[in-house]
């Protein structure tokens, strides 16, 4: 199937400091790309829909001045944590529609810790 | 997207099947089922996928009510490495940013 990569895997970070995290398909064209969060034990939950050369489009409740997507080119979508603080500590996971876009294919995920 | 109810938890032995069911009472006929699956401290990874007829992969099977309100993934042979969180998904199969909605899941644990 298609792959998904993201990098990096663990990031640790001092509060108030930026974080940036790459989702890349790397056999494929994505034109659409998804950001998730998930807390420790809980499902994932929906952040943003990231579509190639267009601003994203946020889910109810996610601050776009603190979660930046940058979606420049058809196989790369950045998430920038801005002014990190602790509650922003999380597994943050994206995917990718798949060519056919039958399936999603989803990245390993970045486990971020604000110290 | 409809919403779906699965069991939280459930147990298997290893080399027996795994079933895990999943309502969807209020799936509408052009939606599908989607299952995906979590192992701990990874990214979700497909399963299987289906509207109306039954499906086989190498993975898993999916079987589909008529009435399609309630579906069941099938591990044929369960291992140990099949431990995980199940999660079972309906969408639109259309063009644009139709996304995954997740639901809490059935963790699976496969024992000896």
């Known amino acids: 199937g298609a792959v998904v990569s993201q990098h990096p895997s663990r990031v640790i970070c001092k509060s108030g400091t930026s974080v940036k995290i790459e989702c890349r398909s790397l056999?494929?064209?994505?034109?659409?790309m998804f950001w998730y969060r998930q807390f420790p034990k809980q499902s994932l939950m929906l952040m943003a829909t990231?579509?190639?050369?267009?601003?994203?489009?946020?889910e109810q409740g996610v601050e776009k001045d603190k979660f930046l997507i940058n979606h420049a080119s058809l196989t790369l979508s950045t998430l920038t944590v801005t002014s990190a603080h602790p509650e922003d500590s999380s597994f943050y996971i994206c995917?990718?529609?798949?060519?056919?876009?039958?399936?999603?294919?989803f990245g390993s995920g970045t486990q971020l810790s604000v110290l | 997207d409809a919403k779906t109810t699965q069991p939280p938890s459930m147990d298997c032995a290893e080399g027996r099947a795994a079933n895990l069911p999943c309502n969807h009472s209020t799936i509408s006929g052009n939606e599908y089922v989607y299952w995906y699956r979590q192992i701990h401290s990874q990214g979700p990874q497909y399963i299987i996928h289906g509207l109306k007829n039954n499906e086989t992969n190498e993975m898993a099977s999916l079987i589909i009510t008529e009435d399609r309100k309630s579906s069941t993934l099938i591990l044929p042979h369960a291992t140990l490495r099949d431990t995980a969180v199940y999660y079972c998904i309906v969408r639109f199969f259309t063009g644009g940013g139709n996304k995954l909605t997740f639901g809490t899941g059935t963790q699976l644990k496969v024992e000896l």
């Open positions: 056999d494929f064209q994505a034109t659409t």
């Open positions: 990231s579509n190639e050369g267009s601003k994203a489009t946020y």
């Open positions: 995917s990718a529609r798949g060519p056919g876009d039958e399936k999603l294919f």
